[in-house]
Structures are given as C-alpha cells and as structure tokens.
C-alpha cells in the first residue's frame, strides 16, 4: 500500500489536494487558508463541518471559518486571530509528507506551516502545525488547532484520575469557563471520569469549556464512528486562557475540538509548533463511562 496525493475539485472548491492511502482520504484547500476540509473513510462520509455556503463564494478581505481544520494563534484577539486568509496556498510534497505553506499575514508578520503524514496503512495521521514571528518584534502567543466537526455528536475529554480526600490536597486541573458558558445546559454530562459536550441543534445558544487536558486527547462520537485527537502536554508550561491545552465550542450546525501549545514569547524569526495525531474508528460508543474507557484501547504512543 502507499499514500497518493491527487489534485480534484470538492465541490465548487477547486485545486484541492486529497491525500489517501485506501483506507481514508484528506481533502485540503489550496486556492484558500489552508482547510482540511476533508477526513473519513475512504467511500464514507465527512467527519468534518463545511460551510457550503462559504466554501461557494469565498471571500479577499474577509476571515471565513469554511469549516474543516485550520491553525489560528492564541489568544483569540480581533482583529489579529481573524486575518482573512484567502490567498492562494503554495505546498510541497515529497512523497510522504504533504506541507501547506500559506502567505504570510501581511499585517500581523505571522507565518504558518502545516505538515501532514498519512500512514500507508491505516487512519493514523501526524500533523506539525508551526507558527512563525516574521516581524521585527517580539510577539507572544500559542499555535492554536481547531477541527470543526460535523453536527449530531458529543466530545468526550477525559478527566483527572479520582483520588480520595486526604490522600490527594492539592487540585488536579482548571475547567475555565466563558462569560456565556452555562455550566446547566443539558449538552453537557458532567461525569466521574469524563466530561461530554453533546451538538444539537435544538438549543440556540453557544457553549465554550477550556480545561488543561494532562491525558493528551479528546473524541468525538458521531454515530458509528470515533474521531481521536491526540496532543501534547507539558507539565510546568504557561498555556493560554488560564491555563488550557484544550477548548471545546458548539453551537447549532458543529462543534469544535481545539488545541493549543504553551503561550510563547517568540523573538523575530522564532517559532513555535504543536503537534496532532488523528485516528479514525468504526466504533458505537454509548453514553455510559464504561462505554468511554473503550476509547482509551484507541490511545496510540503520540
């Protein structure tokens, strides 16, 4: 077996790449970002969000979600975290490894640089997200990862291990909430050794939780299908919003599963990176949390 990559049209989106290796695709943009607009099972559907309507009609001067993956820098400041990039992105490919390497941000001097490793066999994929300081100045900040996953499914973040009063004195973990985070909204299940974000539509309202995620992954149950997302934790690092490696955001039509490397302050030419690994899993997983430790027989050496 072997990994290929194909330019193709997805949709109305032209120029785009799709890296497969027969077992599952990636569909990526290049004529804007880069999104990953694509990740499933060779044959079978998209476990990522797109906005059709803004993949349809794309736009210079505006920043566009267009849903799928994308790298961002944290923290989320206007108009800084949302430059519009709708250029054209240049890549190469060497044959193993697919590296997308989008223009600079022409008012904040940032560079990015995603590196994609599809296995030959199987669904894992490595992603090396960088953010570089193409400035003159000092400039502090996290590489921030968010996938926007399709609508119907719930995020599973594992917690802390249980360790009973006075064994344990000191606390394991921030849960960082937003202004409009509503801690008894019923999209959430606030268990003993996991916490799950439900997408539904029926609720309006938008949800935010950060955490500072030790166990390094999170994910996302959507019918029969199991997405995991695996990512660093440093012990000791300054990490951004008060503390979190790891967001998650729903609100009617997807949720998002984010990741963020330690807030660094990064001198001009400096960069800063953080790293991804994605699986794929056929595989029910029902509401219990002993239906959830299945999913830790899915965690691979990162």
Known sequence: MSVSLDVIDFGLVKNC???????????????????ILFYGFTGEGNLFKNFDEQLAAPKVDEWQS????RLWHAPEVFPRTYYPD???VPYDWNGRTLTLMPIDEKGTKIGKKISIDLSIEGSRVVLDHEIINKGVWDVELAAWCLSVMAPGGRVIIPQEEYISHPEALVPARPLVLWHFTKMNDPRFIWGERYIQLKQDDSYPSKQKIGVNNTKGWAAYCLEDMVFLKQHPFKAGAVYPDMGCNAEFFTQPGF?????LSPLTRLVPGGSVSQKEVWSLHHMK??????????????IQNK
Request: aromatic share 4%.
């Open 17 to 35: 790449l799709k890296l497969g290796n027969g077992t599952v695709d990636l569909i990526l943009s290049t004529e804007f970002g880069p999104r």
């Open 66 to 69: 267009y849903g799928g993956h």
């Open 86 to 88: 709708n250029d054209p």
């Open 255 to 259: 949720l998002e599963i984010e990741s």
């Open 285 to 298: 997983v029902g509401k219990d949390e002993s239906e959830l430790d299945r999913i830790q027989d899915l």
